[in-house]
């Protein structure tokens, strides 16, 4: 249960954090034939769509579709398998917040939601929790990142943006270190999809 333990652990770190979609692919048996096909044109088997990013979705509903899997891996230059799977969503002090999980677990959580406070008060919350937290200009209204503390061991990235006439958070706890420019990168993206 230790994944809950995160989940629990995040969720009194957060004050105030949109569709996954984890499609299977099965592939069609070859077919069997003697004679060559008759026609000219050969159908290739369509590949895997791609993940598409939430477009500042008018709600909030998810977590997942904020930021890909393989996005955190290739900003952090790892290779992990579990894909991303939404969880349910975790209450915190100031609501509701969808939870995406990275990697089983073992890569990361990704917790998206609405806050009622400033970003200054919600950035001073995240940085409780940190030791030596790096401001990340230039990402969305305010954001940081730093090595957790205490209960919870790995990076967070957190930042703010107003969307949507509301005040959008999203905490990234990384299970795994990287580079600034990868935590810069990844909250950029957020920011952009916030």
């Known amino acids: ?11 009194c ?9 984890n499609g299977s692919t099965t592939a069609a048996a070859p077919a069997t034939t003697s004679a060559p096909p008759t026609s000219t044109s050969v159908s290739k088997p369509k590949p895997k769509p791609t993940f598409t990013p939430a477009a500042s979705p008018e709600t909030l509903k998810e977590a997942c579709p904020f930021l890909s899997d393989a996005e955190i891996m290739q900003s952090l230059g790892r ?7 939404e969880t349910e969503p975790t209450e915190t002090g100031a609501g509701k917040a969808y939870v995406c999980q990275y990697g089983a677990g073992q890569l990361g959580y990704l917790f998206v939601a609405t806050d009622s406070r400033t970003v ?3 950035l001073a919350a995240a940085k409780k929790d940190c030791k030596d937290p790096v401001t990340m200009p230039g990402v969305g209204e305010g954001a940081m990142h730093c090595e957790l503390t205490g209960e919870l061991s790995g ?3 957190a930042l703010a943006k107003h969307s949507h006439g509301q005040l959008r ?18 909250g950029k993206l957020l920011a952009e999809r916030l």
């Open 120 to 122: 200054a008060k919600f």
């Open 169 to 186: 958070t999203a905490y990234l706890l990384l299970k795994t270190d990287g580079t600034e420019a990868a935590y810069t990168a990844l």
């Open 155 to 157: 990076v967070l990235v």
């Open 79 to 85: 290779g992990l398998s579990g894909g991303s799977k």
């Open 13 to 21: 770190l957060l004050t105030g954090v949109a569709a996954c979609s």
């Open 1 to 11: 249960m230790r994944n809950l333990g995160v989940l629990i652990a995040a969720a």
